[in-house]
């Protein structure tokens, strides 16, 4: 059973300084306009929350890029057909700008009828031949054309894709491939958006050395929240049931929030194989079925604390589901708080959906990618008057006693882990880390607390209008090429997914109580980082590394401060997270690369899970990673060795196999499990 008190594993408030939502002369947000001030760029990337206004932002650029850059003609490319509704026609100059945004009809393929790769191809052609702009289409029909007109045939035009993290460096994916081609043949300019720039399959969205060309504009979670009007607090959690889910559902659905309902897959454990049935039994659940609004096709439920309208896009019955659809896409209702109160869905209403009221995104089995479920989170992060709470629940179904049962419901536990400390990061200010040392000073515009800066501390700032953390460890390494610098700079939260991700780690951490920290944080860690970036040079690598252990590993530190926070304190701003890594570097007396490494980064996130799964539950997951536990691997030694070596060049010793320290003696094993190896081999 749910507990009736749901305990979030992230609670982050926000300041609400209607920052992010102002707009300067030109009409553009300060996403928009920060992106706009790279247009010039020939690769750009743009990294932005949903509702950050991603969408307008390329269409400033892009009529940019037509008018003053040269090129011929700008092709919009979105995943899916519902989202080229977010490139329709704008009058951009009612709001300042010095042009309006008009696709012709016949280009929105997106709105035409006929296949991917039939006509809707020939009309890209027809398009490529003709003197108008604009074009919108889906991934789909660019890949067949691509295949059909050769890349060549794109040569000094835009070319813009939506939801960047569709792409993968993996050559399967014919996406990527494309752009791979394009970017090699350079003559074309790109323009990328995401709201999540990384993969829910941990595969790298472009090859390093095209993303080296790519110039990036990040607007983060935190800048975007921190800056709406009325929403100031988001709660994510993972909880379980047992049992058939609908059951429970009531336990963390709460009638009175607006809602969107994702069922799990027909495929999953936590389906009962009827998905009909499911919907049924949750309306049931919320009262007493009044019948279907004729216009919209709304289910009409009346409960105890008054009436319910429900969209159902489960039904398979096309004429049923598109009226509802179209009901809620219905322009003329977006302000509506009342046109809908919930909305239950399986494949749809995730990406690009857009249902500003939205404040509870409940979401039953795990879905398959990290991806997902920030798309998923996103739709319930807009800004709306009146909601100052969002929230995300993902239900999940507790192990039962057979074996097969256990493995799969470990698996999802542990992803849904994965997704929570994520999030957290994704919901952080960003990091900046600085090496301690005697000549450092304090940097303008960042506030370090009471008493302002020590030089003889390691110093924590932050700066709020940025939404940047400076921290100053000892030890550091500071990354040396241009591309570390990016990584460290714009991608640990990309490194962090690798690592999360990885079920070994992600095991070791929250179930061996024989756990050494150091063999997550150092050798797996390292293996990440070097397999993911494998073009920088060791030095860079080990730079990597630490920003990204300790960008996880201070923000899991700081968590048991954020989660005291709660709404009955007067709070300014989001200042929790800061004071938690402020309070945690005072505590230790000195904040240093080898004491952020002895963490685990997983121990905040077991305690939570223990508040959330019962005992017994709890014991079975443990058993059932304990079980296929095994020992030292050929790689993992080497590791170590190389970690012995450097030891040795530090202290002029190599690590002692009886030392009391736990990680000079893990270090030790390494070494002697090689000679072993070695002298096993000798003899055969």
């Given at each position: 059973?749910?507990?009736?008190?749901?305990?979030?594993?992230?609670?982050?408030?926000?300041?609400?300084?209607?920052?992010?939502?102002?707009?300067?002369?030109?009409?553009?947000?300060?996403?928009?306009?920060?992106?706009?001030?790279?247009?010039?760029?020939?690769?750009?990337?743009?990294?932005?929350?949903?509702?950050?206004?991603?969408?307008?932002?390329?269409?400033?650029?892009?009529?940019?890029?037509?008018?003053?850059?040269?090129?011929?003609?700008?092709i919009i490319v979105v995943p899916e057909k519902t989202i080229g509704a977010s490139f329709n026609d704008e009058r951009l100059t009612e709001f300042g700008f010095w042009a309006d945004w008009r696709v012709q009809p016949k280009w929105n393929l997106c709105n035409a009828p006929g296949s991917d790769d039939g006509g809707k191809v020939k009309a890209v052609g027809a398009f490529l031949e003709s003197d108008d702009k604009l074009l919108?289409?889906?991934?789909?029909?660019?890949?067949?054309?691509?295949?059909?007109?050769?890349?060549?045939?794109?040569?000094?035009?835009?070319?813009?894709?939506?939801?960047?993290?569709?792409?993968?460096?993996?050559?399967?994916?014919?996406?990527?491939?494309?752009?791979?081609?394009?970017?090699?043949?350079?003559?074309?300019?790109?323009?990328?958006?995401?709201?999540?720039?990384?993969?829910?399959?941990?595969?790298?969205?472009?090859?390093?050395?095209?993303?080296?060309?790519?110039?990036?504009?990040?607007?983060?979670?935190?800048?975007?929240?921190?800056?709406?009007?009325?929403?100031?607090?988001?709660?994510?959690?993972?909880?379980?049931?047992?049992?058939?889910?609908?059951?429970?559902?009531?336990?963390?659905?709460?009638?009175?929030?607006?809602?969107?309902?994702?069922?799990?897959?027909?495929?999953?454990?936590?389906?009962?194989?009827?998905?009909?049935?499911?919907?049924?039994?949750?309306?049931?659940?919320?009262?007493?079925?009044?019948?279907?609004?004729?216009?919209?096709?709304?289910?009409?439920?009346?409960?105890?604390?008054?009436?319910?309208?429900?969209?159902?896009?489960?039904?398979?019955?096309?004429?049923?589901?598109?009226?509802?659809?179209?009901?809620?896409?219905?322009?003329?209702?977006?302000?509506?708080?009342?046109?809908?109160?919930?909305?239950?869905?399986?494949?749809?209403?995730?990406?690009?959906?857009?249902?500003?009221?939205?404040?509870?995104?409940?979401?039953?089995?795990?879905?398959?990618?990290?991806?997902?479920?920030?798309?998923?989170?996103?739709?319930?992060?807009?800004?709306?008057?009146?909601?100052?709470?969002?929230?995300?629940?993902?239900?999940?179904?507790?192990?039962?006693?057979?074996?097969?049962?256990?493995?799969?419901?470990?698996?999802?536990?542990?992803?849904?882990?994965?997704?929570?400390?994520?999030?957290?990061?994704?919901?952080?200010?960003?990091?900046?880390?600085?090496?301690?040392?005697?000549?450092?000073?304090?940097?303008?515009?960042?506030?370090?607390?009471?008493?302002?800066?020590?030089?003889?501390?390691?110093?924590?700032?932050?700066?709020?209008?940025?939404?940047?953390?400076?921290?100053?460890?000892?030890?550091?390494?500071?990354?040396?090429?241009?591309?570390?610098?990016?990584?460290?700079?714009?991608?640990?939260?990309?490194?962090?997914?690798?690592?999360?991700?990885?079920?070994?780690?992600?095991?070791?951490?929250?179930?061996?109580?024989?756990?050494?920290?150091?063999?997550?944080?150092?050798?797996?860690?390292?293996?990440?980082?070097?397999?993911?970036?494998?073009?920088?040079?060791?030095?860079?690598?080990?730079?990597?590394?630490?920003?990204?252990?300790?960008?996880?590993?201070?923000?899991?530190?700081?968590?048991?401060?954020?989660?005291?926070?709660?709404?009955?304190?007067?709070?300014?701003?989001?200042?929790?997270?800061?004071?938690?890594?402020?309070?945690?570097?005072?505590?230790?007396?000195?904040?240093?690369?080898?004491?952020?490494?002895?963490?685990?980064?997983?121990?905040?996130?077991?305690?939570?899970?223990?508040?959330?799964?019962?005992?017994?539950?709890?014991?079975?997951?443990?058993?059932?990673i304990g079980a296929k536990r095994i020992s030292l691997t050929i790689e993992e030694a080497r590791e170590l060795a190389k970690r012995a070596l450097t030891f040795k060049k530090e202290r002029g010793r190599l690590p002692s196999i009886t030392s009391p320290d736990a990680w000079e003696k893990r270090m030790a094993e390494g070494v002697a499990f090689l000679a072993r190896m070695k002298a096993e081999a000798a003899r055969d």
């Open positions: 059973m749910i507990d009736e008190k749901s305990i979030p594993s992230v609670s982050v408030s926000y300041a609400r300084n209607g920052s992010s939502t102002k707009a300067n002369t030109l009409g553009m947000r300060p996403m928009q306009e920060r992106a706009y001030g790279r247009r010039g760029e020939q690769y750009l990337v743009i990294k932005s929350p949903p509702a950050s206004g991603k969408s307008r932002a390329l269409m400033f650029i892009a009529l940019d890029k037509l008018s003053n850059q040269g090129l011929k003609q700008a919108v289409c889906t991934h789909a029909t660019f890949r067949f054309a691509a295949d059909k007109f050769g890349i060549e045939a794109f040569d000094d035009r835009l070319i813009a894709v939506d939801e960047f993290h569709h792409v993968s460096a993996n050559p399967d994916n014919k996406l990527g491939l494309h752009l791979s081609q394009l970017i090699t043949r350079d003559r074309v300019h790109i323009v990328a958006m995401t709201g999540s720039y990384f993969r829910g399959d941990a595969e790298a969205v472009l090859s390093p050395h095209d993303e080296a060309k790519f110039d990036t504009v990040t607007y983060t979670y935190y800048e975007q929240l921190n800056g709406y009007e009325y929403l100031k607090q988001l709660d994510i959690g993972y909880f379980f049931y047992s049992g058939p889910y609908a059951d429970d559902i009531l336990k963390v659905l709460d009638p009175t929030e607006k809602t969107i309902v994702h069922i799990p897959s027909v495929n999953s454990r936590e389906s009962t194989k009827d998905k009909i049935r499911e919907v049924e039994h949750i309306i049931e659940e919320l009262g007493e079925w009044q019948g279907i609004d004729p216009v919209t096709g709304f289910q009409l439920v009346k409960t105890p604390s008054g009436h319910l309208r429900i969209a159902d896009l489960v039904d398979d019955d096309p004429a049923k589901r598109d009226r509802v659809s179209a009901a809620l896409k219905d322009p003329a209702q977006k302000n509506n708080r009342d046109h809908v109160d919930i909305i239950i869905a399986l494949g749809m209403a995730k990406e690009g959906f857009d249902w500003i009221w939205c404040e509870h995104a409940l979401t039953v089995g795990y879905r398959s990618s990290l991806t997902e479920i920030v798309q998923i989170i996103g739709r319930a992060t807009r800004d709306a008057p009146g909601k100052t709470r969002a929230r995300f629940t993902n239900l999940i179904a507790e192990p039962d006693a057979s074996a097969e049962a256990v493995t799969d419901a470990v698996n999802d536990t542990l992803k849904a882990i994965a997704a929570s400390l994520l999030m957290e990061q994704v919901l952080a200010p960003r990091f900046e880390f600085k090496p301690k040392n005697p000549n450092n000073s304090p940097t303008p515009g960042f506030d370090y607390g009471e008493g302002g800066y020590d030089p003889n501390k390691c110093n924590v700032g932050f700066n709020d209008e940025t939404g940047r953390i400076q921290i100053e460890i000892k030890g550091l390494v500071e990354p040396k090429s241009k591309e570390a610098a990016r990584i460290c700079r714009e991608d640990l939260n990309e490194v962090i997914s690798a690592f999360v991700q990885d079920k070994t780690a992600i095991e070791r951490g929250l179930f061996d109580e024989e756990l050494v920290p150091e063999e997550l944080t150092v050798v797996r860690m390292g293996k990440i980082v070097k397999d993911k970036y494998p073009e920088l040079d060791p030095e860079d690598q080990e730079a990597v590394r630490q920003h990204a252990v300790a960008a996880l590993n201070l923000t899991q530190q700081a968590k048991q401060t954020a989660a005291q926070v709660n709404d009955s304190e007067k709070m300014i701003a989001n200042t929790a997270l800061i004071d938690g890594v402020r309070k945690f570097a005072m505590d230790v007396r000195e904040l240093d690369i080898d004491l952020i490494d002895r963490i685990n980064p997983f121990g905040e996130a077991y305690a939570i899970l223990a508040k959330t799964m019962s005992e017994d539950s709890l014991k079975q997951v443990a058993a059932a």
